[in-house]
């Protein structure tokens, strides 16, 4: 896996694996007996298909003994290297790298996806108190004095080396985060750093353990059916599962989602429910046991001073020079690219809703009202409905979850790069709602397994992600275990599982990222799959978005759930230029996130503002950015901003904007050179899903695209080039 590539408790703790066999080869310390049998499960590679962990056989008592196992076994190895009486060169040293700590990856990797989809007491325990330690066991080798001084030996001599384009690419990239990490700080300086490094970790990992608390204990309870008016049985059927799996039967219980707004906020016609979920879910993290405001101070806080101990003038400045943006300015001023449009088209969009709203008051009991940011769902979809003669209910019948996951994700990765999946059930699940499946190439060749969690649960975190069990690697032969989650309501049993529209994009752009790591071909894992700057690991994601309206594609997967016909093409005309409104919402709620997370973190640490001012803080840096309408809250409030507190995105939030330019392109792209082909799939394949990081990104966008990204097509699509 990679070498700690960045730095949070879930995504951050990706430890040195594989790479090329050396010409020189060191033999690596044996573990001792002890080590092995500390290790219970994880001692050795699973020898079930294609690596997949033996979840039967792993007990929550594993975890603790074996990651102590697998850094003690690391600490040796690495101990060698530093240690090695021959002169440094590219195989015993950066290679040997490569291959240490495998036992520890094993772990890790299982570990994390648990607490993200399964957590407990037991394994959130177990996490408090690995968090610092796990930061230590990164610092103690990118802090090795001696083992830096054989990399920066062998960088000094890289021209003379001869080494191919792969092997340049991963004695530069070592080199950079060696010294970003601060391996050449003074003694002082590096036990300062590794203080820091400790707390951050433990602080990230209580941020993201309390959010999953407060969002769980923000749920919001409905005690009367008739509140309910407007949700579809699917949904209300959800909420009384939901509240009977807490012992609440005969009651409904609306779970929230990480994001600001909550889904059922589009259907409810009870306008004092909407209100109550809205401040249930903006409340999340703000005052009694779930309060997250002062975790939130000391992050900033440390983050600054770690930045400044580095060299660097801000966070921001630190964690962008490892991006392909570069610089707080370049983020910048792509925000000043993409603000106006979209606050534009919000603001139209506002107007079109207050027109509904004034105009059903004369027959409403309540009378007129101003648009608040819990109406603007519901209102939107009235004006879908007059505008446009759409209405969401009507598409759902068509999106049942197997037949979107089959005959449209499925369908079109086959369609694009002739692969194929085949259902396993002879393997075990950590969660038995979870799916196996199993991929081959076009010529029928093992390519890896695709597991799909898509069910919510109160001990699963929100949202959806792509992470893997197993990374690619060309050296040992490993081909990739990824796992696709999202967050579908579940409904009772024998009821359909219908999708909005919404959700139907999700399992396309989360499908992506499995197809960047199911398609790597890297030799370094360092360098394979997903392992790339975060403004470039949502652009194969959300390129594989734009199949999910793919005619072809659509028409394959979009048949009622009951009588099997297909959904009208007027009426999925009808869903398309309805996204249209709506596109400035859900801009603008992403950018004020997005500049949040900026605002964050470009502050000095005397600036961190103390627990009680979090809030303040937030609500002038959206006013400065220019981005504070109310009608529109940000996408995540800082009290529950995951991403930017406990999973890795600290001032990279803009990513996805920025990688949207580039998937935009590519569809532009692929529409000019004929559209949904196997030739199209097999070039992007070649130029930029199997590359990873094997050589910087930027150039595999333009050795495809042909020149430099283009925000003209991002703005056509997201609708907002003026109207």
Same mark, same amino acid.
């Given at each position: 896996?990679? /070498?700690?590539?960045?730095?949070?408790?879930?995504?951050?703790?990706?430890?040195?694996?594989?790479?090329?066999?050396?010409?020189?080869?060191?033999?690596?310390?044996?573990?001792?007996?002890?080590?092995?049998?500390?290790?219970?499960?994880?001692?050795?590679? #699973?020898?079930?298909?294609?690596?997949?962990?033996?979840?039967? !056989?792993?007990?929550?008592?594993?975890? $603790?003994?074996?990651?102590?196992?697998?850094?003690?076994?690391?600490?040796?190895?690495?101990? !060698?290297?530093?240690?090695?009486?021959?002169?440094?060169?590219?195989?015993?040293?950066?290679?040997?790298?490569?291959?240490?700590?495998?036992?520890?990856?094993?772990?890790?990797?299982?570990?994390?996806? =648990?607490?993200?989809? &399964?957590?407990?007491?037991?394994?959130?325990?177990?996490?408090?108190?690995?968090?610092?330690?796990?930061?230590?066991?990164?610092?103690?080798?990118?802090?090795?004095?001696?083992?830096? *001084?054989?990399?920066?030996?062998?960088?000094?001599?890289?021209?003379?080396?001869?080494?191919?384009?792969? !092997?340049?690419?991963?004695?530069?990239?070592?080199?950079?985060?060696?010294?970003?990490?601060?391996?050449?700080?003074? %003694?002082?300086?590096?036990?300062?750093?590794?203080?820091?490094?400790?707390?951050?970790?433990?602080?990230?990992?209580?941020?993201?353990?309390?959010?999953?608390?407060?969002?769980?204990?923000?749920?919001?309870?409905?005690?009367?059916?008739?509140?309910?008016?407007?949700?579809?049985?699917?949904?209300?059927?959800?909420?009384? *599962?939901?509240?009977?799996?807490?012992?609440?039967?005969?009651?409904?219980? &609306?779970?929230?989602?990480?994001?600001?707004?909550?889904?059922?906020?589009?259907?409810? @016609?009870?306008?004092?429910?909407?209100?109550? &979920?809205?401040?249930?879910?903006?409340?999340?993290?703000?005052?009694?046991?779930?309060?997250?405001?002062?975790?939130?101070?000391?992050?900033?806080?440390?983050?600054?001073?770690?930045?400044?101990?580095?060299? =660097?003038?801000?966070?921001?400045?630190?964690?962008?020079?490892?991006?392909?943006?570069? #610089?707080?300015?370049?983020?910048?001023?792509?925000?000043?690219?993409?603000?106006?449009? *979209?606050?534009?088209?919000?603001?139209?969009?506002?107007?079109? &809703?207050?027109?509904?709203?004034?105009?059903?008051?004369?027959?409403?009991?309540?009378?007129?009202?101003?648009?608040?940011?819990?109406?603007?769902?519901?209102?939107?979809?009235?004006?879908?409905?007059?505008?446009? %003669?759409?209405?969401?209910?009507?598409?759902?019948?068509?999106?049942?979850?197997?037949?979107?996951? @089959?005959?449209?994700?499925?369908?079109?990765?086959?369609?694009?790069?002739?692969?194929?999946?085949?259902?396993?059930?002879?393997?075990?699940?950590?969660?038995?709602?979870?799916?196996?499946?199993?991929?081959?190439?076009?010529?029928?060749?093992?390519?890896?397994?695709?597991?799909?969690?898509?069910?919510?649960?109160?001990?699963?975190?929100?949202?959806?992600? #792509? #992470?893997?069990?197993?990374?690619?690697?060309?050296? $040992?032969?490993?081909?990739?275990?990824?796992?696709?989650?999202?967050?579908?309501?579940?409904?009772?049993?024998?009821?359909?599982?219908?999708?909005?529209?919404?959700?139907?994009?999700?399992?396309?752009?989360?499908?992506?990222?499995?197809?960047?790591?199911?398609?790597?071909?890297?030799?370094?894992?360092?360098?394979?799959?997903?392992?790339?700057?975060?403004?470039?690991?949502?652009?194969?994601?959300?390129?594989?978005?734009?199949?999910?309206?793919?005619?072809?594609?659509?028409?394959?997967?979009?048949?009622?759930?009951?009588?099997?016909?297909?959904?009208?093409?007027?009426?999925?005309?009808?869903? /398309?230029?309805?996204? @249209?409104?709506?596109?400035?919402?859900?801009?603008?709620?992403?950018?004020?996130?997005?500049? /949040?997370?900026?605002?964050?973190?470009?502050?000095?640490?005397?600036?961190?503002?103390?627990?009680?001012?979090?809030?303040?803080?937030?609500?002038?840096?959206?006013?400065?950015?220019?981005?504070?309408?109310?009608?529109?809250?940000?996408?995540?409030?800082?009290?529950?901003?995951?991403?930017?507190?406990?999973?890795?995105?600290?001032?990279?939030? =803009? !990513?996805?904007?920025?990688?949207?330019?580039?998937?935009?392109?590519?569809?532009?792209?692929?529409?000019?050179?004929?559209?949904?082909?196997?030739?199209?799939?097999?070039?992007?394949?070649?130029?930029?899903?199997?590359?990873?990081?094997?050589?910087?990104?930027?150039?595999?966008?333009?050795?495809?695209?042909?020149?430099?990204?283009?925000?003209?097509?991002?703005?056509?699509?997201?609708? $907002?080039?003026?109207?």
């Amino acid at each position: 896996m990679p /070498l700690f590539r960045y730095v949070s408790p879930f995504a951050a703790l990706v430890l040195m694996a594989c790479a090329q066999a050396p010409m020189t080869p060191m033999t690596p310390p044996a573990p001792t007996p002890a080590v092995r049998q500390a290790a219970g499960p994880f001692a050795a590679p #699973s020898t079930l298909a294609y690596g997949l962990p033996d979840f039967h !056989a792993i007990k929550d008592s594993d975890f $603790l003994p074996a990651f102590e196992a697998g850094m003690a076994e690391q600490r040796l190895e690495v101990s !060698a290297i530093a240690q090695n009486p021959q002169a440094p060169t590219f195989d015993n040293t950066l290679v040997a790298l490569e291959r240490s700590g495998q036992l520890l990856d094993r772990v890790r990797k299982v570990f994390f996806n =648990y607490t993200s989809s &399964i957590s407990n007491p037991t394994l959130e325990k177990v996490e408090k108190e690995m968090a610092p330690r796990l930061a230590a066991h990164r610092d103690a080798i990118y802090l090795d004095a001696g083992l830096f *001084a054989r990399i920066e030996a062998i960088y000094a001599q890289r021209a003379a080396l001869g080494l191919d384009a792969e !092997a340049r690419q991963l004695l530069e990239r070592d080199y950079i985060d060696f010294v970003r990490a601060g391996a050449r700080l003074s %003694d002082a300086d590096k036990t300062q750093l590794r203080a820091l490094n400790e707390q951050l970790a433990t602080l990230s990992t209580r941020f993201r353990q309390t959010v999953l608390k407060a969002s769980k204990d923000g749920a919001v309870l409905v005690t009367s059916a008739a509140e309910l008016d407007g949700l579809s049985p699917e949904q209300i059927g959800a909420a009384a *599962a939901a509240a009977e799996s807490r012992g609440m039967a005969g009651k409904w219980l &609306i779970a929230l989602q990480n994001t600001t707004i909550q889904p059922p906020l589009a259907d409810l @016609k009870n306008r004092g429910l909407r209100e109550r &979920i809205f401040r249930a879910s903006v409340a999340r993290g703000l005052g009694g046991d779930d309060d997250t405001t002062g975790t939130i101070a000391q992050i900033i806080s440390i983050r600054a001073r770690r930045a400044q101990l580095l060299g =660097y003038a801000s966070h921001a400045a630190y964690a962008l020079a490892g991006e392909s943006a570069g #610089s707080p300015e370049a983020v910048s001023k792509m925000f000043a690219s993409v603000v106006p449009p *979209a606050l534009a088209a919000a603001h139209r969009e506002a107007a079109d &809703i207050q027109e509904v709203i004034d105009r059903q008051a004369a027959s409403a009991p309540a009378g007129a009202f101003e648009l608040q940011a819990w109406d603007w769902a519901f209102y939107a979809e009235q004006v879908r409905k007059a505008h446009y %003669d759409f209405d969401a209910e009507q598409v759902r019948p068509y999106f049942e979850l197997d037949r979107v996951l @089959k005959d449209g994700v499925f369908y079109a990765a086959h369609e694009l790069y002739g692969i194929t999946f085949t259902e396993r059930t002879d393997l075990p699940v950590y969660e038995p709602s979870v799916r196996i499946f199993e991929v081959r190439d076009a010529d029928g060749a093992p390519l890896a397994l695709f597991l799909a969690d898509y069910f919510a649960r109160d001990n699963k975190q929100g949202g959806a992600w #792509s #992470s893997p069990f197993v990374s690619q690697s060309g050296l $040992l032969d490993r081909k990739a275990v990824v796992c696709n989650n999202l967050n579908i309501p579940k409904p009772k049993p024998g009821q359909a599982v219908l999708l909005s529209f919404d959700e139907v994009t999700t399992m396309f752009h989360e499908m992506g990222h499995a197809l960047h790591a199911i398609f790597s071909q890297a030799r370094y894992p360092s360098l394979g799959g997903t392992s790339v700057p975060r403004d470039f690991v949502e652009y194969p994601s959300q390129f594989n978005e734009m199949w999910a309206r793919e005619p072809k594609v659509l028409a394959h997967f979009a048949r009622h759930y009951q009588s099997g016909a297909a959904m009208p093409a007027a009426l999925f005309e009808k869903v /398309l230029a309805a996204q @249209k409104f709506g596109q400035g919402y859900a801009t603008t709620e992403y950018l004020a996130a997005a500049m /949040l997370d900026q605002s964050w973190h470009v502050i000095r640490a005397d600036q961190a503002p103390a627990a009680d001012q979090v809030m303040a803080f937030e609500a002038q840096a959206l006013h400065q950015g220019g981005i504070d309408y109310p009608p529109v809250p940000p996408r995540y409030h800082s009290a529950y901003f995951s991403h930017i507190f406990s999973s890795g995105y600290s001032a990279s939030y =803009y !990513a996805y904007m920025w990688s949207e330019v580039l998937a935009r392109d590519t569809g532009q792209w692929f529409m000019d050179h004929g559209g949904m082909t196997r030739a199209n799939g097999d070039v992007f394949r070649a130029k930029v899903l199997s590359r990873g990081r094997t050589r910087e990104p930027e150039a595999s966008f333009e050795d495809l695209y042909g020149k430099a990204p283009d925000f003209g097509p991002l703005l056509d699509y997201r609708g $907002l080039l003026p109207r």
